[in-house]
């Protein structure tokens, strides 16, 4: 992962734990009551991908001991992983796409509910992404993905060649001049495997997603309704197809590019099937981004136009990220897909403990707070869910006091320690494990392996009843 050139270390530090009855009068552990949103408390754990999905995308049984690990802590909402809207192959990812799905889903719903004494409530994120393929070997993309197309052979001087003998030569060249050669989405083919983008209009799967995606947006967010999840969240953050249509480097000239007006049309539209499909009764909210974090991306003004109009629309939360894109990640090694937190926006998103002088803790307050304000100066009240490095309860009251958010997400911190939530609010906060900021989680999440924490995953392996990773080297989850 990128870092901060500056590179100075920071440590996670647990600040004043409150007593039990501090807790109990405190704002992160008072109830939040916001239409058909109902917490308990105003915590919330962010969607994090644990790999534990079938290949086919079923919920298994590691995925309900995954969650149910987290609902014994009581937090106040968990949003279950990234899942899948389409039917369609996606390796160990949740899927949704099909009512076969349903009844694992359901399964897992009970599962949770029972964990947590029904004190917690669970949603699941809702996706779509689109194609992007491993980098291939340079002699591969050379001998079988390079199109020969006219141009080329012109710019090697002629028609005399043949297919081959233009496939061995370009093989042969410099990287520069191949460089030179190809046009900048075939060298990134080569450079860093293919990749989808919502601006490749020619492509008829691509130009129709305006068309297509609310269909599949509502049928997945009828599914989690039917399996008994309290609420859906549609994945509008990072590197996925909604972001791209929301992002500033969306050029698309069908009415769903360019201005931000344009931009948000197809977000409202999924929004409007989604709600017409479950009701006004069922919690609907969306993830999206403060900042994309790269250059020519949106920014927090663009946020802030957004926050207003999903508010406006009648969402029911809104939950925000930063960073996360492609665009700005590392060279994958050859046979690897690129991984979008891999660069600076990577960073943004999943702020690790070698930071700068802003440090990783809270990164992503200031700018939620400025959107949160643009949503009350339109009238609007729709509650707000802020998460990045947050790991103390000091940290988190402070936010909601100060009315910089109005739920607070830990994603790391409650992998590190998933009854952050009960012990802090008991008055034990002092036994808390505090997560470290390692970001050896991500790199897990990174390789598509099973994702653990490092703080744990060693403990007490060969206790009876311990799952197993596929190595058999780490625990599955967090020992009590
Ligand atoms: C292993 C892992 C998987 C993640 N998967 C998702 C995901 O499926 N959807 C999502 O919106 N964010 C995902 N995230 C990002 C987190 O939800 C969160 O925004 C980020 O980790 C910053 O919050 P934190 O500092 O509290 O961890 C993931 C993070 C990790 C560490
Ligand atoms: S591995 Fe554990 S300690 Fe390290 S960042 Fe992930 S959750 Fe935190």
Known sequence: MWKPPERIKYIATSGQWPTAAQAAASTLFSPLHSGPLQLQ???????????????????????????????????GAIVIEATGIRD??????????????????????????????????????????????????????????????????????????????????????????????????????????????????????????????????????QRAQQAGFDGVELHYA????????????????????????????????????????????????????????????????????????????????????????????????????????TGRSGYECMPHHISDQQGPFGRNVAPVTQIRQAIRDAGLQTPVVVAGGIHNFEQAEQILQSEQADIVGLARQALADPDWFSKVKSGNGREVRLCEYSNYCEGLDQKHKQVTCKLWDRIDRDQPGVALSKDGKRRLVAPY
């Open 88 to 221: 369609v192959p996606s390796g160990p990812l949740l899927r949704i796409g099909h009512d076969r799905f349903i009844p694992g889903l359901q399964e897992l719903v009970e599962r949770v509910r029972n964990a947590s004494d029904g004190e917690t409530r669970l949603l699941i994120q809702l996706i779509d992404f689109l194609g992007i393929r491993r980098r291939p070997a340079a002699d591969k993309y050379f001998q079988r993905f390079m199109p020969v197309t006219d141009e080329l052979r012109a710019a090697l001087g002629g028609g005399e060649l043949t297919e081959q003998q233009i496939r061995d030569h370009m093989a042969s060249l410099p990287a520069e001049q191949v460089q030179a050669l190809l046009p900048e989405r075939e060298y990134e083919s080569l450079t860093m495997g293919y990749r989808e983008r919502v601006t490749d209009t020619h492509l008829d799967h691509i130009r129709q997603l305006p068309q297509i995606l609310p269909e599949l947006f509502a049928s997945a967010a």
């Open 238 to 341: 990072h590197a996925y197809t909604m972001a791209s249509f929301l992002s500033a480097t969306n050029t698309r000239r069908d009415g769903y590019g360019g201005s931000r007006g344009n931009r948000i049309r197809l977000p409202l539209a999924v929004y409007k099937h989604v709600r017409q499909r479950v009701g006004t009764h069922y919690p609907v909210g969306c993830r999206f981004l403060s900042d994309e974090c790269v250059d020519g991306g949106s920014e927090v003004a663009d946020a802030m136009y957004f926050g207003q109009r999903l508010a406006q629309a009648g969402m029911d939360f809104l939950s925000l990220s930063r960073g996360g894109k492609f665009d700005d990640a590392k060279q994958p090694k050859v046979g690897e897909a690129a991984y979008p937190y």
């Open 41 to 75: 408390q105003r915590t919330w754990v962010p969607a994090m991908v644990p790999w534990r999905a079938s290949d086919d995308g079923f919920v298994t049984e590691d995925v309900m001991q995954w969650y149910e690990r987290f609902a014994r802590g009581k937090p």
